[in-house]
């Protein structure tokens, strides 16, 4: 059975799902780590991205079912060819999680958003034509990408640029070297902030 992100599932079929006890899985409701819901008749549901976003931080096996519900596309820019290459490389071992695209432009990136439909973008600062805080600001602006979650990371980092950044609608300016585990982090946040959601 393939499930989507948005899907409600009952703490017996994420049970099912990750081979544990429901008991596992209420336990962890109760305790804040996974995020749930009651319904009007006062069961759970847990949502498929947020049952993902769960497995990613604890740095579980994402079962097959879920693997619609799981995959994030991430779009990495960048003027270095090898470091682009490498970052790509990087992300291999995570294929589970996030299908990954690249360009070395802004230009392309900004075409590629277009039909790549990224849910996050990984942008370097200093790049020929247009740079990377002018391609943050086209994203924001348009309201079809304006959602779309823009990490800037450069090998220069500064205060200075961290806020040039923000302003431009970023929400992260990164140092390089880029560490995969950190992006994927970002894109899967912990969801404490939501808690009051579950509404026991």
Known sequence: MKIVSDQLLTSSEVGELLQVNPSSVKKWVDDGLLLAFRTPGGHRRIR????VSFLVRHEMPIPVDL??????????????????????????????RVEVTTSSNGIDALVLVGSFHPHAVLLDVYMPGIDGLEVCRRLKKNPATKDVQVY???????????????EAGAVKCLPKPIDAKQVLSLMYPAR???LEARAF
């Open 192 to 194: 404490g902030g939501e």
């Open 152 to 166: 800037v990371v450069s090998g220069a980092f500064t205060s200075a640029l961290e806020q040039k950044a923000l």
């Open 67 to 96: 693997q619609d519900a799981a995959k994030k596309r991430l779009l990495i820019v960048d003027d270095e060819t090898d470091q682009l290459k490498a970052l790509a490389r990087s992300f291999k071992r995570f294929a589970d």
């Open 48 to 51: 498929a991205a947020d049952l």
